[in-house]
């Protein structure tokens, strides 16, 4: 079946302005996540859904940046005021379940702020 | 909140020798530990994983150890191929369902 899909795969913006970024999960996972994966660095955690709602923003590094996820399916990862420092790739994932279960990554969203 | 070490950050192996990386965790009640192999460019791909109530895990040429006691994991890869090289995360999921990644390890196999 189809695997976790993102969109755009890559965004260059100027900053200030404001970006969303689409995860669409593998259907029927319940749990969604967003990262952020800086060159040479490990993915870093910004938030997690269990269905519509945000179980945990505690990763969110300031309030410029939001995510919804409506529907319990599709989520979008909103910044506002975009900064040079946003620059990474970000990526989304999804589970069929919470605690313990194995992650499936999509390809990443590849964002740059000029 | 957790915090995942891993080490080390790049390592460089002969064709058909075994390469380890260490990880240690902090918060004693994460409880699942995955490992992710990522080529340049691609996403993450999960290639084992292990839950604490487990002491190892092997699938063919992977393996995985766990020591909850003194909070380490660590990847274990024999008879390495070029096709291994790569970068490698460690995770740790904490009771919260939030995930912690280590900062990679570069592997490089030579032939």
């Known amino acids: 079946g189809a695997g976790v899909s993102q969109t755009p795969s890559n965004k260059v913006t100027e900053k200030g302005k404001y970006v969303e970024l689409r995860c669409d999960p593998i259907?029927?996972?319940?749990?969604l996540y967003w990262y952020r994966q800086s060159l040479g660095q490990g993915p870093e955690f910004l938030i997690y859904?269990?269905?519509?709602?945000?179980?945990?923003d505690s990763g969110l590094p300031n309030d410029r940046f939001f995510a919804v996820r409506p529907e319990g399916s599709v989520s979008t990862l909103k910044i506002q005021r975009t900064e040079r420092g946003d620059s990474a790739v970000y990526l989304c994932a999804s589970s069929p379940k919470g605690l313990g279960g194995e992650q499936f990554f999509g390809p990443g969203t590849r964002l740059t702020v000029l | 909140g957790e915090n995942v070490e891993q080490h080390p950050s790049t390592l460089s192996v002969q064709e058909g020798d075994s390469a380890v990386i260490k990880c240690t965790y902090s918060d004693s009640a994460s409880n699942y530990f995955p490992w992710y192999k990522q080529e340049l460019g691609k996403r993450p791909q999960l290639i084992i994983d292990i839950r604490s109530n487990v002491g190892e895990k092997k699938d063919q040429r992977i393996a995985v150890t766990l020591n909850k006691t003194a909070k380490h994991f660590s990847l274990h890869i024999t008879e390495t191929q070029p096709e291994d090289s790569a970068v490698y995360f460690c995770a740790a999921q904490n009771t919260g369902n939030q995930f912690y990644f280590g900062t990679g390890t570069s592997l490089t196999v030579i032939p």
């Open positions: 259907s029927g996972h319940t749990a």
């Open positions: 859904f269990q269905g519509t709602g945000a179980a945990d």
